[in-house]
């Protein structure tokens, strides 16, 4: 499985799985693995399900101290996620108790939520069907009543606890809620009734989704690169024997529409399918192009402009470059210009820690990008004029 760090370096690992836009998806239980919710009814037809296994739970550590586990503190690990993803916003769904984290997550970063989905969630963190104090209640209750995203709210008809009222008393709280309540569905309404769940659930995020949206976390002027990449870029990697040179953030989109439209001769270019991220010594640039519809940022596959003309896959995923950077191989060592530079353990690690398991020798890793985008080469040659 797949792998991000948490602010504490807790290794937390994360399924993915189906097509479109991703859907970050937190399980109940409370602290339960996420391989219960399955493909949520079919949903993953039409979502890209992005679901963690939370701290101490199925391929996810524990961490040094049990007080991470809980429910506030791990709005810390909610939100590594979604920069591990490079997406801006996310659309979030929990089911169950993780509807708390959800709500906490909200509250404490309104501007990364896009929409909100509480599947049979429980509404403790808002103080609703429970008797006791609990220390979040009025701090969530004011920061949600200001959150500008739809949320949706939804009961199973049948389910015992917590009520279809509790749904919509939670709905309530929020200024774009609403409630949705499967007659047949019970408290898990994915496997009770698949197809009204994953119908209900899909048409209100196709609704909140922006007109136009782009691929996820596609990002703006400056916008922040993946962890990963920033990390390596922070230390000033690769080292100065691979011709290669990182930025602090991607270039800006009229910086790369102005040197495209030179670059193909063709003034109605722009490059908005990439994000380019770094130059050679020659003049070439290397990027994300988005071409893996729905996928984060760190799922593109890498390419290099030449100052010449040149172009090239160089790898399959952001992860896979990290261990090309590792091996002393950037986009001038791989088309041939030079030789490789020394190993250098640091990228190694950092590789290791965005894409565990994931090193292979440079050759195999331009082949398999050369492999699966066979037309990059033509899909930019038939924009040049």
């Known amino acids: 499985m797949p792998s991000f760090t948490a602010p504490d370096g807790t290794p937390l690992a994360y399924r993915a799985e189906g097509e479109g836009e991703p859907l970050i998806c937190l399980p109940g239980g409370p602290m339960r693995a996420g391989a219960y919710l399955g493909g949520l009814g079919g949903l993953a037809r039409r979502r890209r399900l992005i679901v963690p296994?939370?701290?101490?739970?199925?391929?996810?550590?524990?961490g040094a101290d049990p007080a991470a586990r809980r429910c506030d503190r791990q709005t810390g690990d909610v939100e590594a996620l979604r920069a591990h993803l490079g997406l801006d916003r996310v659309d979030l769904l929990a089911h169950s108790a993780a509807g708390d984290l959800a709500v906490l997550y909200a509250a404490r970063h309104p501007e990364r939520v896009r929409s909100l989905v509480l599947v049979t969630a429980r509404g403790r963190a808002l103080?609703?069907?429970?008797?006791?104090?609990?220390?979040?209640?009025?701090a969530a209750r004011a920061a949600v009543a200001g959150l500008d995203a739809p949320v949706l709210a939804v009961a199973g008809g049948l389910d015992g606890g917590p009520l279809p009222r509790v749904a919509a008393e939670i709905a309530g709280l929020f200024p774009r809620g609403e409630t949705a309540v499967l007659p047949g569905a019970g408290h898990y309404?994915?496997?009770?009734?698949?197809?009204?769940?994953?119908?209900?659930?899909?048409?209100?995020?196709?609704?909140?989704?922006p007109v136009g949206a782009g691929a996820p976390g596609a990002g703006g002027a400056g916008a922040d690169l993946p962890p990963g990449l920033a990390e390596a870029a922070a230390e000033g990697l690769p080292r100065a024997d691979v011709d290669f040179e990182m930025y602090e953030a991607f270039e800006d989109p009229e910086e790369t529409a102005w040197w495209f439209r030179l670059w193909t001769g063709n003034p109605d270019a722009d490059g908005r399918e990439y994000r380019f991220f770094g130059m050679n010594g020659a003049g070439g640039y290397a990027g994300l192009w988005l071409?893996?519809?729905?996928?984060?940022?760190?799922?593109?596959?890498?390419?290099?402009?030449?100052?010449?003309g040149e172009l090239l896959v160089l790898a399959c995923d952001l992860g896979s470059f990290l261990w090309l950077l590792a091996q002393g191989v950037g986009p001038a060592e791989a088309m041939?210009?030079?030789?490789?530079?020394?190993?250098?353990?640091?990228?190694?690690?950092?590789?290791?820690?965005?894409?565990?398991?994931?090193?292979?020798?440079p050759e195999e890793i331009l082949r398999r990008a050369r492999e699966e985008f066979p037309h990059f080469e033509e899909a930019v040659r038939a924009l040049c004029r």
């Not at 296994?53 to 524990?62: F, M, Q, V």
């Not at 041939?336 to 020798?361: F, H, K, L, Q, V």
């Open 53 to 62: 296994d939370p701290r101490g739970t199925g391929d996810s550590g524990g």
């Open 291 to 308: 071409v893996r519809e729905g996928r984060p940022l760190p799922e593109q596959p890498v390419v290099f402009l030449g100052s010449e």
């Open 127 to 138: 103080g609703i069907d429970f008797t006791e104090e609990h220390r979040w209640e009025a």
């Open 189 to 209: 309404p994915w496997l009770d009734a698949p197809e009204d769940f994953a119908r209900t659930v899909g048409d209100f995020l196709d609704r909140s989704a």
């Open 336 to 361: 041939g210009w030079g030789p490789a530079g020394d190993p250098c353990p640091r990228t190694a690690e950092i590789a290791e820690r965005y894409a565990p398991g994931g090193r292979r020798p």
